[in-house]
């Protein structure tokens, strides 16, 4: 069975702080794909990036940046220099190869306070 | 429009009644998915639509629940006899493809759901 979870619940940092989102899945697949997804305040949820099994390189896009080790089961993001905009709900999520569906963590909320 | 669509954004029921949502998702989708969130308790996969292929209704949590999906476009979510325990925002969400591939999901703003 998969599973996520996001032990943070809630975080509350400055503008202008680094933080980071931890995310340790479970899978009995070799191949899955692994997702984040921001949900503001308004509710939809936006997709932010996905990774498969096979590919371990770390991603940047601006101040975002992504952490995957699998050695550890854990696919990280990371927020530089975070803003107010930031704030949101973020979830991690998985998919096995053959399944339809998401598996979603319950979701870390960021407050980023000016 | 642009993005997926659903209604109402907000219903508020008496317990025992039966409601229904809709989801009108991206033009071309051929992906739907609804999820329920409930405070606290992230995203629970209720069922998913692909193209003409039988529904995935694996996460209906119970018989109370059911979802059509018209043309392979439109989509309704009905709950049959509420319970405070239905209340939450149910979420739609569609993709071009399978969606487990890419996991592009594009969702709505959702329905918030109030059982008294």
């Known amino acids: 069975a998969q599973k996520v979870t996001q032990a943070q619940t809630e975080i509350s940092v400055v503008e202008k702080e680094d933080v980071t989102l931890d995310c340790v899945y479970e899978?009995?697949?070799?191949?899955?794909?692994l997702f984040w997804y921001k949900q503001p305040p308004s509710g939809e949820l936006v997709f932010l990036i996905r990774r498969n099994s096979f590919d371990e390189q770390n991603e940047i896009s601006g101040r975002y940046s992504w952490n995957f080790q699998k050695s550890t089961s854990s696919f990280n993001f990371t927020i530089t220099a975070s803003q107010v905009v930031d704030s949101a709900v973020y979830f991690c999520a998985l998919s096995e190869a053959g399944y339809s569906t998401l598996t979603f963590g319950k979701g870390t909320m960021l407050l980023v306070s000016p | 429009g642009a993005g997926v669509s659903q209604s109402p954004s907000n219903k508020v029921t008496e317990k025992g009644k039966d409601v229904e949502l809709r989801c009108d998702p991206i033009?071309?989708?051929?992906?739907l998915y609804w999820y329920r969130q409930s405070l606290g308790q992230g995203l629970e996969f209720l069922i998913y639509f692909q193209g003409n292929s039988a529904p995935d209704k694996s996460g209906l949590p119970s018989d109370r629940f059911s979802a059509e999906r018209t043309g392979g476009s439109v989509s309704t979510l009905t709950i049959q006899r509420t319970q405070q325990e239905d209340s939450a925002v149910y979420l739609c969400?569609?993709?071009?493809?399978?969606?487990?591939?890419?996991?592009?999901?594009?969702f709505g703003e959702g329905s918030r759901l109030t059982v008294l």
């Open positions: 969400a569609s993709s071009l493809d399978r969606g487990q591939a890419t996991g592009e999901l594009f």
């Open positions: 033009s071309g989708h051929t992906a």
């Open positions: 899978t009995r697949d070799t191949t899955y794909y």
